[in-house]
């Protein structure tokens, strides 16, 4: 048990739509990762965010995009979604300094149609 | 390109027996490397091993960084049914990435 959790745990889209996956964070962690982890593959970094700023992102389109809240909570939003989106999501928080020792959260797993 | 490259792909030991898990990396602004245990769904952490710590420790789980090398490996003495996990692999940058391997699936069987 991480302390992380994230909704919802699974989701249908259809190609095109746009879809928001949410994460709660440890108190007090105030860095947040988001990755995607394609089946039998490791997770892939889409990007992270400091105290509300993004801190660094990874090879995704822009129509990946993320908010961070003062409350510890934080959002991925994926528009126009492909075929290829079908995968985990998962987000990972970690203390600001030491940011390399992240807490995962179970994931979301989105099917797109 | 910065890649992490993981093997065996998967394996297939007995309870009991040693195992020895491989990372290597080419990474461009190096930072740290790290191993995960993923059962189900989220990744748990197991070590971070770094310039100033290269070898780390814990129970019959033991990893060392070689920066020589550009590689790592994950020991695992007297495994259990319980160790049965993809393990993963990654490399965290100093630009705030993190670079995973596509990790291995080891299976213990009683």
């Known amino acids: 048990e991480t302390g992380v959790t994230q909704s919802p745990t699974h989701l249908i889209k259809t190609r095109g739509q746009q879809v928001t996956l949410r994460c709660s964070s440890q108190s007090g962690h105030n860095t947040v990762s988001w990755y995607q982890q394609a089946l039998g593959q490791g997770p892939q970094f889409i990007f992270q965010?400091?105290?509300?700023?993004?801190?660094g992102r990874g090879n995704f389109p822009p129509r990946f995009s993320g908010l961070q809240f003062p409350n510890y909570s934080s959002e991925l939003n994926v528009n126009a979604l492909e075929l290829d989106d079908s995968a985990l999501y998962l987000c990972?928080?970690?203390?600001?300094?030491?940011?390399?020792?992240?807490?995962f959260g179970p994931g979301t797993r989105l099917l797109v149609l | 390109e910065d890649k992490v490259v993981q093997s065996p792909l998967s394996l297939v030991v007995h309870e009991g027996d040693t195992v020895t898990l491989n990372c290597s990396y080419e990474?461009?602004?190096?930072?740290?490397l790290l191993w995960y245990k993923q059962e189900k769904k989220a990744p748990t952490f197991l070590f971070m091993l770094t310039s100033s710590g290269i070898e780390k420790k814990s129970g019959r789980l033991s990893s060392i960084l070689d920066k020589k090398e550009l590689s790592s490996i994950l020991n695992i003495t007297a495994t259990q049914t319980g160790d049965s996990a993809i393990y993963l692999c990654a490399v965290a940058g100093w630009n705030n990435d993190m670079r995973f391997g596509a990790g291995t699936r080891l299976t213990v069987k009683p």
């Open positions: 990474v461009t602004n190096f930072r740290s």
């Open positions: 965010y400091y105290r509300e700023e993004e801190n």
């Open positions: 990972a928080s970690s203390p600001g300094q030491g940011w390399e020792t992240q807490y």
